[in-house]
């Protein structure tokens, strides 16, 4: 197990040293409104009513500030440092051919109120309530121009939910701790919530229509889970794994640090995400309780029913808004 | 920056544009409003009709939670913004900055007729669709 774990480090290492993904999920804002979003991985795990959401920053290099808006499914209970290697491990579980190269050094380069916040290295966040318009003079007032269509997709989470949450990234502190370029840091968002649901269109963000989207989201989950929209392939949405989890890939990730929730039998499911930004105008919803009927709401094909009069808070979707900050070395940094 | 404005002057002039600034009244009261509301970074409307000779008070709402501007001119002037450097703008009642949620009015009397655009210059807007047309037809 050590040499396993030692070798997954290894990968990690390797994978950071390329261009792995710079956020999982995340629309990424730049001064004046230039976005930078490179192919990103996200790992959605649900067990025992609680989505584990696990996804990367990477520490681009000074000269420049952006900030990314990263929708979730429920307001978190905690957000912390992920690990370090369960975002990789993920990756030589479903790619196979790359784990007997042991390194997988080919793999594609790949004025709201404040609820909570935490430090997490050079990540300062911060957990919002409050609508479209609060979050987006939030971010004007922390210094972020938002692009164009923010306040179109702002609604569009916003309608379902008034949480969000806000990351800083301070190139600063990143240099201070020795992050070299390339260098993530993995985030660990915990969510009690009826059923996982991971935000898609946010990945459109600034983007022009024909630009094109590509990102990986896994799912661990307790059974074989129903999604909306199927993933069909050409609506974007693509099947790439869908069995059950090995029992050494279930014993890897849970050895992770603030893995130890990993069931001991599970579901993996890997989805690649190929469209342009125009087509992307969805959702993924889940359903992994077994009853086969994932949420036209969650999935953002539906508004939000109007108004009842309590609506119970876990049906609820919630957004959550993360600013990153981060000094860009390069004007066209990892594009 | 004073040539500039020198130059953007002598260009609104040629297109029959004649301006009423804060406090200086230089032409008669404004006889017709036009309301240009913004939302989701579009104009609404986008076509908008003014006659030679009439003065016009703009009421320009703010609807997002992220800045705008309107910049009225001819092509010349749009030219000019798409590579301008000025980071928010007021001075001159073609160019506004509408900051987000607000609501600004300026008021502009107009000579000849011509067809103007209106646009937001910040980054992306512009080829995000925020464009209007604004047609000064003959009295």
Same mark, same amino acid.
């Given at each position: ?44 795990? @649900?067990?025992?009513?609680?989505? #584990? ?52 050094? !080919? ?49 569009? @989470? ?8 806000? !990351? ?19 985030? +660990?968002?915990?969510? &009690? ?5 991971? &935000? ?17 989201? @896994?799912?661990?989950?307790?059974? *074989? ?28 990730? *849970? ?81 | ?7 953007? %002057? ?19 009261? &404004?006889? !017709? ?5 913004? +939302?989701?970074?579009? @104009? ?10 009439? %003065?016009?008070?703009?009421?320009? *709402? ?26 928010? +703008? ?30 937001? +210059?910040?980054?992306? #807007? ?14």
């Amino acid at each position: 197990m050590r040499s396993i774990l030692a070798a997954l480090a290894a990968a990690a290492a390797a994978l950071a040293a390329l261009a792995t993904p710079v956020l999982g999920c995340g629309g990424l804002i730049g001064p004046n409104g230039a976005v930078n979003l490179l192919r990103t991985s996200t790992l959605a795990g @649900y067990h025992a009513g609680v989505e #584990h959401y696990v996804t990367e920053f990477q520490f681009a290099g000074g000269g420049g500030a952006f900030g990314s808006l990263t929708p979730l499914p429920g307001v978190p209970t905690s957000v912390e440092r992920g690990g370090d290697w369960t975002l990789q491990r993920l990756v030589i579980e479903t790619t196979p051919l790359r784990l007997s190269a042991a390194v997988p050094a !080919a793999a594609s380069a790949a004025p709201a109120e404040e609820l909570m916040k935490v430090r997490i290295d050079a990540l300062d966040i911060t957990v919002l309530k409050g609508g479209a318009d609060e979050v987006g003079l939030w971010a004007e007032q922390h210094g972020f121009r938002l692009p164009p269509d923010a306040p179109e997709v702002l609604d569009f @989470y916003a309608s379902r939910s008034p949480i969000f949450l806000a !990351a800083v990234f301070d190139a600063d502190a990143a240099q201070a701790r020795g992050q070299a370029i390339g260098d993530g840091t993995p985030v +660990h968002i915990t969510i &009690p919530t009826p059923n996982p649901w991971v &935000p898609l269109r946010i990945l459109t963000l600034g983007k022009t229509g024909t630009e094109q989207i590509d990102a990986e989201v @896994y799912l661990l989950t307790d059974r *074989r889970p129903a999604l909306l929209p199927n993933p069909l392939g050409e609506n974007g949405l693509g099947l790439e794994y869908d069995q059950a989890a090995s029992d050494s890939l279930l014993s890897d990730l *849970r050895s992770d640090k603030g893995m130890g929730w990993v069931p001991n039998s599970a579901w993996l499911t890997k989805l690649g995400i190929g469209a342009q930004a125009s087509n992307l105008r969805y959702d993924l919803a889940i359903d992994a309780s077994g009853q086969g009927t994932p949420s036209r709401v969650a999935a953002g094909l539906e508004p939000l029913a109007p108004a009842g009069p309590a609506v119970d808070p876990m049906l609820v979707l919630f957004v959550v808004l993360t600013m990153g900050m981060v000094l860009l070395g390069r004007a066209t940094f990892l594009q | 920056m004073s040539g500039v404005r020198r130059r953007f %002057t002598a260009g609104v002039a040629l297109v029959g544009v004649f301006i009423v600034t804060g406090g200086v009244a230089v032409a008669a009261p &404004p006889t !017709a409003t036009i309301e240009i509301d913004i +939302h989701w970074s579009h @104009y609404e409307p986008t076509v908008v009709h003014a006659r030679a000779g009439q %003065t016009i008070m703009f009421v320009l *709402r703010n609807n997002d939670p992220i800045d705008h501007e309107w910049i009225l001119g001819d092509a010349g002037v749009q030219a000019r913004h798409r590579t301008g450097t000025e980071l928010s +703008h007021g001075a001159r009642p073609t160019e506004l900055t509408i900051p987000a949620g607000t609501e600004v009015r300026t008021t502009i009397a107009f000579g000849a007729p011509t067809t103007l655009q209106y646009i937001c +210059h910040l980054p992306q #807007h512009e080829a995000y669709g925020m464009v209007g047309t604004l047609v000064v037809d003959g009295s």
